[in-house]
Nanobody
Framework: QVQLVESGGGSVQAGGSLRLSCAAS????????MGWFRQAPGKEREGVAT???????LYAESVKGRFTISRDNTKNTLYLQMNSLKPEDTAMYYC??????WGCGLIYNVFTYWGQGTQVTVSS
């Protein structure tokens, strides 16, 4: 079984930065594809960025150039560096994983494993 634990959320002013981490436990062949999703109150969960174990990445248009997803396969840890944060980035951020490297897109319902989430709040 895979467990995902996020950390690093918090409150920042617009223009600030945060780095989210997601520690994964369990078989590494169950987390070939990992990603970050977010959900703001009253909105649907949306994909932010995904990464395959071989380091191929995909970003939502709204975060391109500001967010960077990365992973340390030796530590089985996923990261999301968020720079130039905007109030519209305010949401609960979730780490997710799936066993397959194919189909590693921004669609949340293809992911098998989910963390509990970490809150990011950006004030103007």
């Amino acid at each position: 079984q895979v467990q995902l634990v996020e950390s690093g959320g918090g409150s920042v002013q617009a223009g600030g930065s945060l780095r989210l981490s997601c520690a994964a436990s369990g078989p590494t062949d169950r987390t070939r594809c990992m990603g970050w999703f977010r959900q703001a109150p009253g909105k649907e969960r949306e994909g932010v960025a995904t990464i395959v174990s071989g380091s191929s990445t995909l970003y939502a248009e709204s975060v391109k150039g500001r967010f960077t997803i990365s992973r340390d396969n030796t530590k089985n840890t996923l990261y999301l560096q968020m720079n130039s944060l905007k109030p519209e980035d305010t949401a609960m951020y979730y780490c997710a994983a799936r066993p397959y490297s194919w189909g590693c897109g921004l669609i949340y319902n293809v992911f098998t494993y989910w963390g509990q989430g970490t809150q990011v709040t950006v004030s103007s």
